[in-house]
């Protein structure tokens, strides 16, 4: 599969709520993932799906709307909106996701 349709398969993943089975499958297991800029707590694949993990048990998401792709050699980005309940409060937001791909999984993420 190309990268492209890679990332199309994460974000349906995260629009049908299985971020857990898309990170399984498309994260390296080098991940480092920022969120705006830090990188704390969020470097391999097992730190990094703990945090997923707790995302998903606190997170009903209920609509996941995709604004925008762009697709370069290995690099991928995409503009999300997301309405999701957290812990009981709802939250909404517009973010960028930038990733870089290696061996056909994404080694790096960062979300603004």
Avoid at 26 to 54: C, L, P, Q, W
Wanted: hydrophobic share 40%; net charge negative.
């Amino acid at each position: 599969m190309s990268i492209r349709e890679n990332l199309e398969a994460v974000i349906k993943g995260i629009q049908d709520s299985k971020i857990l089975e898309v990170f399984d499958k498309y994260y390296h297991d080098d991940i480092v993932m920022y969120e705006k800029g830090d990188s704390t707590n969020r470097v391999g694949k097992s730190a990094n799906r703990k945090a997923e993990e707790g995302f998903v048990a606190n997170a009903v998401i209920s609509e996941a709307k995709v604004l925008k792709i762009l697709v370069d050699g290995n690099n991928t980005a995409y503009e999300m909106l997301m309405k999701f309940t957290y812990a009981g409060h709802p939250v909404e937001k517009v973010q960028w996701c930038l990733q870089e791909w290696k061996d056909g999984k994404i080694i790096k993420e960062e979300f603004y």
